[in-house]
């Protein structure tokens, strides 16, 4: 498996981003999973989950062909 995760500090601007505007870093988690764009045979890829916690939403720090989506 390719690992595509940012790294921590790109993770730590995401998080001194959210302080800004007086969200609280703690109700969000950081997890992996694999890319659901990055398609190629015999290959998988992890990618960055950013998710709020106890809700449906997130987002998914995902590639196709080499390029950030």
Known sequence: MIDWNLMRY???????LLKAITLDPYNFS?????SKLFVESGMSLSVSKF?????PYYFVFDIHKSKSV
């Open 30 to 34: 950081w997890s992996a999973e694999d």
């Open 10 to 16: 790109q993770k730590n601007e995401i998080l001194e």
């Open 51 to 55: 998710s709020y916690n106890n809700s």
